[in-house]
C-alpha cells in the first residue's frame, strides 16, 4: 500500500490534461507564467474557451523549459508581490527579446516594465474592481481590435508603473491616470493593468482573442473531446491493469463525472461508496442513489452521520470543521477499502477553484476543502484526481460527452462538507435539520419560478445569531437564515443574482411560518470577489 502526502497531491492530478500539454507543446501553444494570481488558472481557461492549447508554469521555469514547449505566446499573470520587494519573482530578460509575444498582466505589466528600466511605484491609492478605462487610438495597439475607446475592467492593485521603459508606448490609462496599458516592439510585448480574463472586463474576450489569433497567430485545435480521449488513456496508464479504486461520490456533479470518466476503463475494478455523513440536502441520500443506479455505478452506500456529527461536535471554526470532515472522510474510505481487496487508489472529484482556494497554486488559503488541504498527511492510498484541472463549466461538458443526464449535470454545485460549512456555529442535528428544511423550501420556489437554471447556485446559511420576534401575539427569539443565490460561469468569480423581490418575500414567510427555529430571514447580495460563495 503506497502512502501519499499532500505536498505530492499534483503529481497524480489532471494526468489527461497533462499528457496533451506535452504532446500539444510541439504544436505551439501559450505558456503562461504563474506569479502566484487567484485568476492564473483563469487565464488558461479562458485560452481553452478558443480551443487553444495552453500549459501554467511556475514563475520561477527556468527558461529551457519554456521554450521546449514552442509556445505561440507567453502570459505573465499577476500576483501578489511587489516587483521592488525582497525576494520579488523576477523572470529571465530574454523572454522579453520579442521573439515570442508576450502579454503582460498585472504583475506581469509591472515586471515587464521593471526589467525593461521603466519605473514601478507603489501608487498614491489602490485600484480594486470595477473601473472605467480610456484607450488611445495608435497603430501597433493589435489587442484592441472591436474594443471601444472607453470600457470598464477589474483592477486589482496598489503598485503603478511611473515611468514607461524607453520604446513602450501608452495606450491606456484609468480615470485615475493611472497606466492601464502600453505595448512594445511593434505590438509583440503588450502589458495591461487589469485583467481581461475576468468576465467583469468588457471585451476581455475580445483582447484575449486578438492577443492569440492576431499577434500569436494560435490555432484552435485544443478539443474537450480528445481530453476525454487522452484522459482515458492516461487513467489507464496510471492505475494498471491490476490495481483497484475506490471513489468516494458526494452525489455533486465532479465526483459524478470523475466517477463516470474511471469506470471508462476500469469497469468493476471500481467501488463507489457514497457516503452520508449527516450534513446531506433535505431527501438527497435516496435521490442521489437512484441517480447512480442508472448510471451503471456499482455504489455502496454508507450511513456515517453518527461518527462525523460526533467528529465536529466542538467544532466551531470553519478551517478546522473542514480538516476533521476531511480526515473523517479518508479514515471511512480507509476502513471501507478493506472489504474491496485493499484499494490501492482513492478517486475524488476535485476541480481546480478547490485547489486555488486551498492554496495549492502559490497563492494565500482561502478556505481548506475537505478534498485537498483537508486531507491528512498519512492517508493509505493514493490519489486519483483526473479532473483536478479542469473549472465547472468544462467538468459538466465533459459530463455531457459522457452521456450524464443534465438532471445530475446541472445540479447546483454542493461543497463536499455540505451543510457543515452552511450551518455556522456549533454543529447540532436540530440546526441542521432546521437548514435542511430552509434550503429545501427556498430550492423548491426558486423551482417553481422557473429560474433553477438560470442560477449557478442558490442555498440557505443558518446564521448563530438570533434576534427578538412576535408569532401568535407570542415572543420569539429565533436564529436567522441568510438567502444565497449567485451567476457565475467557473466559481472563480461571481455577482448576486437579483431575484424578484415576490419570491424573496414569499420564501421568507414560508421560513418562517414553516420552520419554527427561524426567526428571521435576510438575503446576501456580496459578489466574489470580496466574498467567496459558500460563507465558510
Not at 273 to 298: A, C, S, T, W
Not at 358 to 384: A, R, T, Y
Amino acid at each position: 500500500m503506497s502512502y501519499l502526502t499532500v505536498n505530492q497531491f499534483i503529481r497524480y492530478g489532471g494526468a489527461g490534461i497533462r499528457r496533451q500539454m506535452r504532446e500539444n507543446g510541439k504544436n505551439g501553444g501559450i505558456a503562461i507564467l504563474d506569479f502566484g494570481s487567484q485568476y492564473t488558472q483563469l487565464i488558461a481557461r479562458r485560452i481553452r474557451e478558443f480551443e487553444v492549447y495552453s500549459e501554467i508554469l511556475p514563475w520561477n521555469a527556468s527558461l529551457g523549459r519554456i521554450m521546449e514547449k514552442s509556445p505561440r505566446g507567453i502570459i505573465l499573470s499577476g500576483g501578489p508581490r511587489s516587483t521592488s520587494g525582497p525576494g520579488a519573482p523576477l523572470i529571465d530578460g530574454s523572454l522579453l527579446d520579442g521573439s515570442v509575444p508576450v502579454l503582460g498582466i498585472c504583475y506581469g505589466m509591472q515586471l515587464i516594465a521593471h526589467i525593461r528600466g521603466g519605473s514601478v511605484k507603489k501608487g498614491r491609492r489602490g485600484e480594486y474592481g470595477r473601473t472605467r478605462v480610456i484607450f488611445s487610438e495608435g497603430d501597433n495597439e493589435k489587442i484592441l481590435r472591436g474594443v471601444p475607446k472607453a470600457i470598464d475592467v477589474w483592477m486589482s492593485h496598489w503598485d503603478e508603473v511611473r515611468q514607461l521603459p524607453d520604446g513602450a508606448v501608452r495606450f491606456g490609462e484609468s480615470e485615475s491616470g493611472t497606466c492601464a496599458a502600453y505595448s512594445m516592439d511593434g505590438g509583440r510585448i503588450t502589458a495591461l493593468q487589469f485583467h481581461p480574463e475576468v468576465d467583469t472586463t468588457e471585451y476581455g474576450r475580445e483582447m484575449i482573442s486578438s492577443f492569440l489569433f492576431g499577434i500569436c497567430g494560435c490555432e484552435p485545435n485544443w478539443k474537450l473531446g480528445d481530453w476525454v480521449k487522452r484522459s482515458l488513456e492516461s487513467i489507464a496508464e496510471t492505475v494498471g491493469n491490476e490495481d483497484r479504486v475506490i471513489c468516494g461520490l458526494s452525489g455533486g456533479v465532479d465526483s459524478t463525472v470523475a466517477a463516470v470518466l474511471v469506470s471508462k476503463v476500469l469497469g468493476d475494478r471500481l467501488d463507489c461508496i457514497f457516503v452520508d455523513h449527516g450534513f446531506m440536502r433535505k431527501d438527497e441520500p435516496p435521490q442521489v442513489l437512484e441517480m447512480y443506479r442508472k448510471l451503471n455505478l456499482r455504489v455502496y452506500h454508507v450511513d456515517e452521520s453518527e461518527r462525523f456529527l460526533a467528529a465536529v461536535k466542538d467544532a466551531v471554526n470553519p478551517e478546522k470543521k473542514r480538516k476533521i470532515i476531511g480526515e473523517t472522510f479518508v479514515r471511512v474510505f480507509e476502513a471501507e477499502a478493506r472489504k474491496f481487496g485493499l484499494a490501492k487508489w482513492l478517486l475524488q472529484g476535485t476541480i481546480y477553484p478547490d485547489v486555488i482556494e486551498s492554496g495549492f497554486v502559490g497563492g494565500d488559503v482561502i478556505k481548506s476543502h475537505h478534498n485537498v488541504g483537508g486531507l491528512p498527511e498519512d492517508m493509505k492510498m493514493s490519489l486519483l484526481e483526473p479532473i483536478r484541472e479542469l473549472f465547472k463549466d468544462e467538468v459538466r461538458r465533459i459530463g455531457s460527452l459522457l452521456d450524464i443526464p443534465d438532471e445530475m449535470l446541472k445540479r447546483h454545485p454542493f461543497p463536499g462538507p455540505g451543510l457543515a460549512v452552511r450551518c455556522l456555529g456549533n454543529l447540532e442535528r436540530g440546526r441542521l435539520d432546521a437548514l435542511r428544511e430552509a434550503d429545501a423550501i427556498f430550492i423548491s420556489e426558486i423551482k417553481s419560478a422557473g429560474l433553477y437554471d438560470d442560477i449557478w447556485q442558490a442555498f440557505c446559511v443558518l446564521l448563530p445569531v438570533r434576534s427578538v420576534g412576535v408569532a401568535g401575539d407570542v415572543r420569539t427569539y429565533g436564529e436567522t437564515v441568510a438567502l444565497r443565490a449567485v451567476a457565475s460561469r467557473d466559481a472563480m468569480t461571481a455577482e448576486s443574482v437579483h431575484l424578484p423581490w415576490e419570491l424573496i418575500d414569499k420564501v421568507a414567510k414560508r421560513i418562517c411560518g414553516e420552520v419554527p427555529q427561524v426567526g428571521r430571514v435576510v438575503i446576501d447580495v456580496t459578489g466574489k470577489p470580496p466574498a467567496t460563495i459558500e460563507w465558510e
